[in-house]
């Protein structure tokens, strides 16, 4: 699934590859592997297709989630130009309810 968002530097951002980047992110091969496998340390499961609304994935582009500031770092207030629009997350949750295939 590849989400093209308008005025958001979420894919290729340098943030998603380094060594700070908290919920393992990296754009590579294994990006898929990680999602429906990597459980971070204070937000739980990045994909939770039991509970897609739990997932940290979602969590984080509607919010903080534990010690991870709401993503992207330029969306302060929902609507902002610089957030991922609800149709996209809505879109994303489906696609983890829908058990987040490759």
Not at 19 to 39: A, C, F, K, P, Y
Not at 61 to 78: A, F, I, Y
Request: negative net charge.
């Amino acid at each position: 699934m590849k989400f093209v968002i308008e005025n958001v530097t979420c894919f290729g951002a340098g943030c998603h590859n380094d060594e700070m980047n908290r919920l393992d992110l990296q754009l590579d091969g294994e990006l898929h592997t990680r999602l429906v496998s990597h459980i971070t340390e204070d937000c739980g499961p990045l994909v939770d297709t039991a509970n897609p609304q739990e997932s940290a994935l979602i969590k984080v582009l509607k919010g903080p989630c534990g010690s991870t500031p709401r993503m992207p770092l330029e969306c302060v207030n929902d609507g902002d130009a610089k957030c991922v629009p609800d149709d996209y997350i809505e879109a994303m949750t489906q696609w983890i309810a829908d058990g987040a295939k490759e």
